[in-house]
T-cell receptor, first 113, second 115 residues
């Protein structure tokens, strides 16, 4: 069964600095998608970035980028120039079948002013 | 464009009761997925509906059931509530065309407390 592991329950970063959140996953599939979602306190889950497994190039969305290592089954999220509004729970998610999204347990990111 | 909405926002039920949660999908989306998010954990997939049919199910017992309506809105029904059913229930909608499913957009969730 596919599993997603986020080994950092909590992370902290100084405003304007860079932080990297880790995620590993286990799968025997070759074609799949990986996602990072952000869940601010008491607010909706928002898609931050997605990566298709068949693409070698790492996805980038403004200050957010990923380091996708397919052989190592690793998918980390880098947040550059951290802002106070980045404080949230971050979930790594995996999907192969169209309907089955698997989430990690989450990393709580705190941004210090 | 209207986003994903869910009702009610909060709900308190007693063990053994039944509950119905509702979700309206984002305009243009024909697929709805439901997730259970226990406190301090990541969401767990319950099931997905596509064109009014169940299109996949996670590891949840049959007392969790659902419906999708012609306008693509959806309901999640839970019978014989247990204390462990206390959680945030998330609905997500997405497009689905030609075998491809696109990004899921989440609603704000319904917080269910079972006492």
């Amino acid at each position: 069964a596919q599993t997603v592991t986020q080994s950092q329950p909590e992370m902290s970063v100084q405003e304007a600095e860079t932080v990297t959140l880790s995620c590993t996953y286990d799968t025997s599939e070759s074609d799949y998608y990986l996602f990072w979602y952000k869940q601010p306190p008491s607010r909706q889950m928002i898609l931050v970035i997605r990566q298709e497994a068949y693409k070698q190039q790492n996805a980038t969305e403004n200050r957010f980028s990923v380091n996708f290592q397919k052989a190592a089954k690793s998918f980390s999220l880098k947040i550059s120039d951290s802002q106070l509004g980045d404080a949230a729970m971050y979930f790594c998610a995996y999907r192969s079948a169209p309907h089955d999204m698997r989430f990690g347990a989450g990393t709580r990111l705190t941004v210090k002013p | 464009e209207t986003g994903v909405t869910q009702s009610p926002t909060h709900l308190i039920k007693t063990r053994g009761q039944q509950v119905t949660l509702r979700c309206s999908s984002q305009s243009g989306h024909n697929t709805v997925s439901w997730y259970q998010q226990a406190l301090g954990q990541g969401p767990q997939f319950i099931f997905q509906y596509y064109r009014e049919e169940e299109n996949g199910r996670g590891n949840f017992p049959p007392r969790f059931s659902g419906l999708q309506f012609p306008n693509y809105s959806s309901e999640l029904n839970v019978n014989a509530l247990e204390l462990d059913d206390s959680a945030l229930y998330l609905c997500a909608s997405s497009g689905h065309s030609g075998g491809a499913t696109y990004e899921q957009y989440f609603g704000p969730g319904t917080r269910l407390t079972v006492t």
